[in-house]
């Protein structure tokens, strides 16, 4: 059962360490640190994207800043109470991490695979040049009953097609995971610049 679970939600970056580890958490004795690592996209822009790894996979004392690494594992969500409401938290919860030399073939720079539930109403737009974008939020079920609720958005041809989902409609994913900026109002004058993470749709499937 675990297996099956672990394959709804895949994935595997390769990407250069751009902060120290930070502690996050520990569970049975085991410590988790936080770790931001910054991957290429075809243009010119680059994703920093976090990622949860546990003591046991890297020794967390040393600095790695600036080492390349492979990370396989799962885009996961938990919500995070912060100004009287909760707040989605994303990160890449790593279940192998790798130092290796550069990028090849072998290792996909940024890549991702989700099989799971439309959670909330699709929202469909055009931006001011035309260009067609719908947003999702899928819901991927984890062990012990959890499911982790992932933010997609589809562009075109996909974003048209995903614009007719349904809420519960069952659907597979392949993508890249991006960051984006943005200013969050806070305050009456006050601002905050944030960053937000979500799946660039490359491919969406329907399932029956």
Known sequence: MADKIFENNQVSIVGTIVSDFRYSHEVYGEGFYMVDISVNRLSDMVDVIPIMVSERLVDTTQSCEGQMVYVTGQFRSYNRHEEKKNRLVLSVFARELE??????????????????????????????????????????????????????????????????????????????IQSREYVKKIGENVTEKRVAYEVSVSKVERLE
Do not use: M
């Not at 072998?106 to 109403?121: A, H, P, T, W």
């Not at 719908?134 to 959890?146: E, F, H, Q």
């Not at 589809?154 to 409609?169: L, P, Q």
């Open 99 to 176: 130092f290796v030399e550069g990028e090849t073939e072998e290792y996909k720079s940024n890549q991702i695979y989700l099989d799971g539930f439309v959670c909330k109403e699709p929202i469909y737009r055009k931006t001011p040049l035309g260009r067609e974008i719908a947003d999702l939020l899928i819901a991927v079920n984890r062990s012990y009953g959890k499911s982790d609720y992932i933010p997609c958005i589809c562009w075109g041809r996909n974003a048209r097609f995903a614009s007719s989902f349904e809420v519960g409609s069952h659907v597979e994913i392949w993508g890249r």
